[in-house]
């Protein structure tokens, strides 16, 4: 057996250590400032370590946040800090609450929610109960699959609403022939649903929090704040138009001679006073997000109450805390410490005025965006993608011209986000794919031939949406 080879013993942490050290060490250039120029070679780091991966994701959101701590901050040791005059120097108070920002906040709120309602299986009783009124034929077992893991990813993770279905509906496919289409059909409806899905709130998907930075209360780049039942206001139908696509296509494709699946999910509801709790705060803190723009209190505070509860009730215990997606937690607040950054140090506007952005039309600028961010979302996390691209595109929004004339930077940050969630053309793409093609029942050409022309659909989709909200 060959000797392992240390994870660090790899040319991809060459290229990401060494080319944001050469950037650092030259002179600033193109006009930057010298807090601008190592803020660019921080972001290059971000770059380069979300695509390559030879850490985990998560930890270069940390590096992130300690290179600006180290570089940038007015907390950087003397004798590197950036001189007067030079750039804006941030505050170590400002970086550091990226941790507690009101978007982590909000999707804090969600992974409480979502482990409890899996303790004590709301998710199965609510799946069991939607499943009913589908019946056993075929295409219509087909759809239940993929409109339940859809509505549970609006407020699970996509990836553990993905695991569970896929739980649910492995005994049903497995006792179906090798050949049958159905099969493929049933397998790819829950991958679909879960990437669609989170599109549908918020809290759906890390690339939505992202986005909610620029758009929700107290946004940066000047447009009305969109609140949590105002998104699912246009987000929802989208998802159901969408859904009703990919339901389409997935029956063309994949014609099988089977008309009936006997799906079935054995559960009872639990009847203990903590599992009262957890019904009951599942509903509450569901209709105050919706509601948020009629009592006046944002999502991020409203998500607060259900973490409280929890614990306070027992419902979540200390066991329960230690198994949460922190990691997702750390990947969304190093995004927003950077893309927070971008903004105030006048980086993300130095580096669009870099590219000849005015020659281009409105819509173009909108429809490249969310090219860019689908082609990226495709081989690398749609996270990632979403922390690197929308602090460009919010800058975008308010510098050029073309896009004021078409409704600013709405029309660009939505395109963007969805385009990420809209990625799902490989096994790489989503962890709901990756899931999906684990089970050895679909390959890799099955999710491209679906994959691809569902997202082009979905761009095309996403550009008329913004065109009417705009």
């Known amino acids: 057996m060959g000797r392992r080879r240390h994870p660090f013993a790899s040319w991809r942490v060459l290229v990401v250590a ?20 190592r803020l660019l070679a921080i972001f290059v780091f ?15 959101s940390i590096a992130v946040i300690a290179g600006q701590l180290m570089l940038i901050s007015d907390e950087t040791p003397h004798w590197w800090a950036v001189a007067d005059g030079e750039g804006t120097v941030l505050s170590y108070v400002d970086i550091l609450a990226g941790f ?39 295409p219509m077992v087909v759809l239940a699959l993929m409109a339940i893991t859809a509505l549970f990813s609006m407020f699970m993770s ?50 939505n929090a992202l986005a909610v930075n620029y758009l929700g209360p107290g946004n940066r780049v000047g447009v009305d704040p969109i609140t949590f039942g105002g998104w699912m206001l246009f987000a929802v139908p989208f998802v159901i138009a969408m859904l009703g696509i990919a339901w389409a296509m997935l029956g063309w494709r994949f014609r099988s001679g089977t008309t009936h699946v006997a799906l079935r999910i054995d559960t009872e509801w639990r009847r203990s006073p903590r599992a009262y709790v957890v019904y009951a705060t599942f509903a509450l803190t569901v209709l105050l997000w919706l509601t948020s723009g009629w009592h006046g209190v944002t999502a991020s505070v409203v998500a607060i109450l259900p973490i409280a509860v929890l614990l306070l009730t027992g419902v979540m215990t200390a066991v329960d805390l230690r198994e949460l997606n922190w990691e997702v937690l750390w990947l969304v607040a190093g995004g927003v410490v950077l893309g927070n950054a971008m903004f105030d140090t006048g980086l993300s506007a130095a580096l669009v005025d870099m590219v000849p952005f005015e020659s281009m039309s409105g819509l173009a600028v909108v429809v490249a965006v969310g090219l860019v961010a689908w082609v990226m979302s495709t081989v690398i996390s749609n996270t990632a993608t979403a922390a690197l691209l929308l602090p460009l595109v919010a800058a975008m929004g308010a510098e050029l011209p073309a896009l004021q004339e078409v409704g600013g930077a709405l029309p660009a ?39 691809v022309p569902l997202g082009l659909v979905g761009l095309a989709a996403t550009g008329v949406l913004v065109t009417l909200l705009v």
Request: glycine fraction near 8%.
């Open 18 to 37: 060494l080319v944001p050290l050469a950037i650092l060490l030259l002179p600033a250039a193109g006009g930057l400032d010298e807090t601008q120029h």
């Open 46 to 60: 971000a770059v380069l370590a979300w695509v390559l991966e030879p850490f985990p994701i998560y930890a270069t």
């Open 100 to 138: 507690a920002d009101p978007v982590i906040i909000l999707f804090l709120g969600g992974f409480f929610l979502a482990a409890a309602a899996t303790k004590y299986q709301l998710d199965k009783n609510l799946a069991r109960i939607i499943l009913k009124p589908f019946g056993t034929r075929t």
């Open 413 to 451: 940050l939505l395109m963007t986000t969805f385009a990420c969630s809209l990625a799902m053309a490989l096994p790489v793409s989503t962890p709901p794919n990756s899931l999906a093609y684990s089970t050895g029942k679909v390959t890799t050409m099955d999710m491209v031939r679906t994959g």
């Open 158 to 207: 996509n990836t553990a609403t993905a695991a569970m279905m896929l739980a649910v509906a492995a005994p049903v496919i497995a006792s179906m022939d090798a050949g049958d289409s159905a099969r493929r059909a049933l397998v790819l409806a829950i991958p679909v649903g879960a990437n669609i899905g989170g599109i549908g709130t918020p809290i759906g998907t890390p690339p």
